[in-house]
């Protein structure tokens, strides 16, 4: 039922209150599942990489909910039909359980960053999310740019320059031309919010790593 699927940077993978046809498996790189308003702007809610899938809402055979889901950081996966998905997951109990475990850290990840988005400082913010990202492409090196972190984390391009320059003078970045490298991860643990820890523990329970 699954076919190997190139996913490149930008790659829409579900729209906005549109049927789910495909539903995509990342093996590599990162997705991004982002709530928009009518007036463009936009915030994420989900980030996922190889432990994730996108297209949550064919599970119930309902259209997307008011978001959509893209590609983050551009890599490959697997891809397979909308109801082909619903009938694994209702006929495989061990395929049903790892979706199950998904969804409930689905659930943790956008439940914290409500909170993190409400009543944490950018700095603390930009160091969570630049953490949590990493994590899931499994690597302290990731392309992105100032614009597309500002979107992300519903802030101002500006105070994200601001944030990301006070990290990099401090040691825990590099940030050059579209490039993030961790420098110092137990001093950018440190910077984070707890929202960091909080999702990482939840992770470390469901998948024991």
């Known amino acids: 039922m699954l076919e190997e ?3 490149p940077l930008g790659l829409k993978l579900t729209e906005p209150d549109a049927p789910v046809d495909l539903v995509y498996f990342p093996t590599a790189g990162a997705i991004s599942t982002v709530a928009t308003t009518s007036a463009g702007e936009s915030v994420e809610v989900y980030l996922a990489g190889r432990e994730g899938f996108s297209g949550v809402a064919a599970l119930f055979n309902l259209p997307e909910m008011g978001h959509g889901v893209v590609v983050q950081v551009a890599g490959r996966g697997y891809r397979m039909r909308a109801a082909s998905f619903r009938n694994a997951v ?4 061990g395929f049903r359980e790892l979706i199950y475990r998904t969804i ?3 659930m943790v990840l ?3 960053s409500v909170l993190c988005n409400r009543l944490h400082e950018v700095e603390q913010r ?11 492409v499994e ?12 979107e992300m984390l ?5 105070t994200v320059t601001v944030a990301a320059g006070a990290l990099q003078e401090r040691g825990l970045i590099s940030y ?3 490039k993030v490298i961790i420098l110092d991860r137990p001093g950018t643990i440190a910077t984070a919010c707890e929202c960091y820890q909080i999702v990482a523990a939840a992770h470390r329970r469901v998948w024991g790593d």
Do not use: K
Request: proline fraction near 0%; glycine fraction near 4%; hydrophobic fraction near 40%.
């Open 5 to 7: 699927a190139e996913m």
């Open 90 to 93: 209702h006929s495989m109990r």
């Open 104 to 106: 409930y850290l689905r």
């Open 110 to 112: 956008a439940t914290q």
């Open 126 to 136: 930009l160091a969570r999310w630049l953490l949590t990202l990493a994590d899931r």
């Open 139 to 150: 690597s302290e090196q990731v392309q992105v740019t100032q614009e597309y972190i500002a």
């Open 154 to 158: 519903g802030a101002r391009r500006s």
């Open 176 to 178: 050059s031309r579209g």
